[in-house]
């Protein structure tokens, strides 16, 4: 019988980002916002920061490549994410910053990098970026990412200042 096939490589891909939304409403208590599959030309979806329960504007791009071919390639204390040039523009080019996820095929192990363009080498292919074994994706990465986003900043006394205010455009 003739139907559809399934490819093995969007599904181990589907897992990856499904498991790590989960992760980042169950275990950070954040939101994550995937991006839509046929709007994803290399950012899979941003985290926005919430702190006590208050959506705060910060926020994080982030990159998902699932399956145990990514901890198949290793670098001197973790393994190598690898890219193309076109990638490595749009990273360089996303107004926030970026973090490269990496996750096993059953999502058991996860490893992270912010992007730098510093911290990149020239492959066959573009370039790559070392995943340190030592940045693993557990709850304790919340106190890095929110640092990597930035400081919030409280605008209320700015717009009760402008409250009021009579403006002409």
């Not at 709850?139 to 400081?151: E, M, Y």
Request: aromatic share 12%; net charge negative.
């Amino acid at each position: 019988m003739e139907f559809p096939k399934r490819n093995l490589s969007a599904q181990t891909g589907r897992v990856g980002e499904t498991y790590f939304q989960y992760f980042v409403a169950q275990e950070l208590g954040w939101i994550f916002r995937p991006v839509h599959r046929e709007d994803d030309f290399g950012i899979d979806g941003y985290i926005d920061i919430v702190e006590d329960e208050k959506v705060t504007g910060r926020s994080l791009a982030v990159q998902i490549k699932c399956g145990d071919s990514y901890l198949e390639r290793t670098a001197p204390s973790g393994w190598k994410y690898e890219g193309t040039h076109p990638h490595l523009n749009l990273y360089l080019n996303v107004n926030v910053p970026v973090v490269l996820v990496i996750l096993s095929s059953d999502c058991q192990r996860g490893h992270w990098v912010i992007f730098d363009l510093a911290q990149t080498s020239p492959s066959a292919q573009g370039w790559w970026i070392e995943v340190p074994e030592k940045n693993r994706l557990t709850k304790d990465v919340a106190t890095v990412w929110r640092h990597l986003a930035g400081p919030m900043r409280d605008y209320s006394q700015q717009i009760q200042e402008n409250t009021g205010r009579s403006t002409n455009y």
